[in-house]
């Protein structure tokens, strides 16, 4: 096991978080700052490292020498709906090699879900910190490395992350949606682990207030949704956010990717990354091959009229206040 003064050496050799262990106290870091994360997950990309280039350090490590962020180094982080094209828009920025984008990370997802099912005030704190402090070091580490750092994180830790970072600076969000009816929609359709009998599950299911999945899906699903959205509506100005919708990005893939990256100054020009035209036709979740079709997870079947009206009526407020923020629109 590393000492703690080991922690930024761990950064500049290109160790980052890979898995946490909340029962032993203990993250495990793999050699993968100069992979180019082109896999579906960040898991995936864990998951195909070589063996052999592993270490772990104490979650209180990274809480005593990563509270804060070192230097001016920038995190910018996308958050979303679900079902809304964020990992389209995530392969796409992966296509820039000096661009390390983490596809939701377990490192992000682990703290959230004990901030969620948290005991008690202290354990809350606890892993908030730890959440921050991983994401701190994840910054310090992709600058190590010579890149730009940009973290997607899952749809229903949102709330938490943006809480987490509340007093941070130089953070940047990005906040990728879709029409409340059609997001619960595909989700009820085919069920994320988020929205099944998980630890995750357990943890989105408190957050939203609903016991039992099965029994009030709807709800669970549209509360989700307007958590998520009231995140950024509620936050004020000192959160520096713009909202693209789905529509807009697959309508105009392009300008979605070059919008972005002048919005998380990430030093883009008007010339479109290799292998842009091949990335922004196939489908985001699938294989090189598999064309991009929003039939997949993106488009069902229309909710019944009473699941429709539920979903309205939940969501009607937040939806209305999201389309009234137009000087929020990435373009």
Request: aromatic residues 8%; hydrophobic residues 40%; contains cysteine.
């Amino acid at each position: 096991m590393p000492k703690n003064e080991e922690l930024a050496d761990l950064a500049e050799a290109g160790y980052l978080p890979t898995d946490i262990d909340t029962d032993t106290g203990l993250v495990s870091m793999g050699k993968l700052a100069h992979r180019d994360f082109h896999e579906v997950w960040y898991s995936d990309t864990v998951g195909a490292a070589a063996p052999g280039s592993s270490r772990t350090v104490p979650l209180a490590s990274f809480i005593e020498q990563f509270a804060d962020r070192r230097g001016d180094q920038p995190l910018r982080l996308i958050a979303h709906t679900s079902r809304c094209g964020s990992t389209l828009l995530a392969n796409l920025l992966t296509l820039r090699p000096t661009t390390m984008v983490l596809k939701e990370p377990d490192f992000v997802t682990v703290p959230a879900r004990r901030i969620a099912l948290a005991a008690d005030r202290v354990e809350s704190q606890t892993f908030h910190a730890l959440l921050k402090s991983l994401l701190n070091y994840t910054c310090y580490a992709a600058v190590a490395a010579g890149r730009e750092p940009v973290v997607k994180i899952t749809s229903w830790t949102v709330p938490i992350v943006v809480a987490s970072l509340a007093k941070s600076e130089n953070n940047r969000w990005l906040f990728l949606w879709r029409e409340p009816e059609k997001v619960v929609a595909s989700n009820m359709a085919t069920p994320s682990t988020w929205g099944r009998d998980t630890e995750n599950g357990s943890a989105a299911r408190r957050l939203a207030g609903v016991g039992d999945v099965s029994a009030d899906a709807v709800r669970f699903y549209a509360t989700t949704w307007c958590r998520v959205v009231d995140s950024f509506l509620s936050a004020g100005d000192d959160l520096p956010w713009r909202a693209l919708e789905f529509q807009d990005l697959v309508q105009e893939k392009k300008a979605s990717l070059l919008a972005t990256e002048s919005w998380f100054d990430l030093a883009p020009t008007a010339e479109l990354p290799h292998r842009f035209e091949q990335e922004s036709k196939r489908y985001s979740k699938g294989g090189q091959a598999e064309v991009f079709d929003p039939a997949k997870t993106h488009r069902r079947s229309p909710l019944e009229q009473l699941a429709a009206d539920e979903v309205r009526t939940i969501t009607r407020q937040a939806l209305t206040a999201l389309r009234e923020e137009r000087p929020r629109q990435l373009f």
